[in-house]
């Protein structure tokens, strides 16, 4: 009787000790910004694109044309059990070129320096619109052809 007893007890531990391990706060990395090391590397007026590719890799964006700027994402977000997803850290390096592909700016912006911006959405419209999923469901019974199913 005493063995099953402290046997009851050390799985009542384990799970106990399972349980709190799992409501452990968990962070991740996304992305990449060069440290201040790296960038030294760089000279404003001097060094050119490949310069810059070379000294600290190829960059997370660039600008949408050809000749754009470039920019180096780095996030750390916070996960605690069920609570959303939290980003506590955010790094943004903006590297500038001028018209001669020469660096002309390099900028480092933080999450306190951030704005948010809303998405819009650009596409056509949905016809979709004000009709619940049984709807929509029983509105395609008829558009079926078995000639389909049966290739």
């Known amino acids: 009787m005493l063995g099953i007893t402290i046997r009851i007890k050390?799985?009542?531990?384990?799970?106990?000790?399972?349980?709190?391990?799992?409501?452990t706060t968990t962070y991740r990395n996304h992305g990449y910004a060069p440290n201040d090391e790296d960038?030294?590397?760089?000279?404003?007026g001097v060094s050119s694109r490949d310069a810059v590719i070379e000294a600290v890799g190829a960059p997370s964006t660039a600008g949408l044309l050809s000749e754009g700027d470039f920019y180096?994402?780095?996030?750390?977000?916070?996960?605690f059990a069920y609570q959303r997803n939290q980003v506590i850290e955010r790094q943004v390096l903006a590297i500038s070129f001028d018209e001669r592909g020469l660096v002309q700016n390099i900028e480092r912006f933080?999450?306190?320096d951030g704005k948010v911006v809303p998405l819009s959405r650009r596409v056509t419209s949905s016809s979709v619109e004000n009709k619940g999923f049984l709807r929509q469901l029983l509105g395609n019974l008829g558009k079926f052809n078995a000639g389909d199913f049966l290739n």
């Open 10 to 23: 050390t799985v009542i531990i384990a799970l106990c000790v399972l349980a709190i391990a799992g409501c």
């Open 39 to 44: 960038l030294s590397l760089i000279e404003v």
């Open 72 to 79: 180096y994402v780095r996030s750390r977000v916070k996960s």
């Open 110 to 112: 933080g999450l306190q």
